[in-house]
C-alpha cells in the first residue's frame, strides 16, 4: 500500500503517442507525495510532468483523499501556468453521498466504474449493458473487466469507429486517451472574416499534440461549443480556448469580437446525448440534432 507519484519527461517521454512515467515514487506520507509532485512540476513549468495517484486504503476519510487527488489542481489555481488548467472534483460530502460515496474505497469504485462506462463507449460503440456491475460490485472485478477491454482489438487504428461514433463516444475516448497520456488539451478558437481555425494543443510544456488526436479534437470542439452556446454556426466573429482536462471536465472561455456575449463556465457535456456526427461523405464533420 502506497501513494503512487508519477514522474514524467513532457518532452521527451513519448512512446507510440503515449507520455509514459520515467520513474514512479511511493510515499505512505501525503505531505511528502503532494511535495514531490508539486516539486517536478516547479522544475518543469509543466503540470504534465507528475501525477499523484492516492491509495484508498491509507485514506481515513473522503477529506484525506481529496487532499491528493486535487492538490495539484489546487496548486495551479495559486500558481498559474500559462496555457494550463486543470479541474477539481468537487469535495461536498452531500453530493458524493447522495450518489453512494462516503468513503475512499467507494469513490476509487465510483470513479472506475464511470470511466469503464466511458472506455466502453469509446471502444465498442456503447455503454455497457448486462455486465451487472454496481457499487456493491467488488473493486478487483470492475478493474479485471478495464483490463479486458483495454487488451482488446481497436475498431481502427485511433481507436474508434469513425463512421459510428457519437459525439459522446468521440469525447470519452479523448478523454480516456489524454488519462493515458497523462496531459490535458487545450483547443484554441478563432473565426474572423477569412475563415474559422480549431488548433488543439497539449497544456504545458510539450505542447505539440499527435496529429490523430488532434484532428479528432477539432472534430469534436463545435459540439463541445454547442452545448453551451446553440447558435454557434452563426457567421460571428469569436475567439477563445476550450480546456479538456484528463477528467473529462471541459471549460469553454470565449467571446464575440463585438462583445454581444463572453462565455466562462464548465460545458455541460451532457447535451452531447442530443447530438451525433452527419456521415462523414458530409464535409467538415457537420452535426445533426
Known amino acids: 500500500m502506497a501513494h503512487k507519484v508519477n514522474l514524467y519527461d513532457p518532452v521527451n517521454g513519448w512512446s507510440n503517442g503515449t507520455l509514459r512515467p520515467y520513474q514512479t515514487l511511493e510515499f505512505d506520507d501525503p505531505d511528502a507525495a503532494i511535495a514531490a509532485a508539486i516539486g517536478r512540476i516547479r522544475e518543469t513549468g509543466s503540470i504534465s510532468a507528475a501525477c499523484i495517484t492516492a491509495d484508498c486504503a491509507l485514506c481515513a476519510d473522503l477529506p484525506a483523499y481529496f487532499k491528493l487527488t486535487n492538490a495539484i489542481a489546487k496548486w495551479l489555481a495559486e500558481n498559474p501556468i500559462d496555457g494550463s488548467w486543470m479541474g477539481i472534483l468537487t469535495e461536498d460530502p452531500e453530493h458524493w453521498a447522495e450518489i453512494g460515496v462516503k468513503t475512499p474505497l467507494e469513490m476509487e469504485k465510483y470513479l472506475l466504474l464511470t470511466e469503464y462506462s466511458d472506455y466502453h463507449k469509446s471502444v465498442r460503440g456503447f455503454r455497457p449493458r448486462g455486465d451487472g456491475f454496481t457499487m456493491a460490485t467488488p473493486i478487483e472485478k470492475i478493474q ?113 469580437f463585438e462583445q454581444d456575449w463572453d462565455y466562462q463556465r464548465s460545458v455541460d457535456t451532457e447535451m452531447l446525448t442530443e447530438m451525433e456526427f452527419e456521415p462523414p461523405a458530409d464535409a467538415g464533420g457537420a452535426l445533426a440534432m
Open 144 to 256: 479485471a473487466a478495464w483490463d479486458a477491454l483495454a487488451r482488446s482489438e481497436p475498431q481502427d487504428e485511433a481507436g474508434i469507429d469513425q463512421g459510428e461514433t457519437s459525439p459522446e463516444g468521440l469525447l470519452a475516448w479523448v478523454v480516456e486517451t489524454l488519462r493515458q497520456a497523462g496531459r490535458d488539451a487545450v483547443v484554441h478558437l478563432n473565426r474572423d472574416g477569412d475563415g474559422t481555425s480549431i488548433d488543439p494543443a497539449f497544456q504545458g510544456a510539450g505542447s505539440r499534440m499527435p496529429e490523430a488526436l488532434a484532428a479528432e479534437l477539432r472534430k469534436l470542439a463545435p459540439a463541445l461549443i454547442r452545448c453551451e452556446i446553440a447558435d454557434f454556426d452563426e457567421n460571428y466573429r469569436l475567439s477563445g480556448r476550450l480546456m479538456i482536462d484528463r477528467r473529462g471536465d471541459v471549460f469553454l472561455d470565449a467571446e464575440d
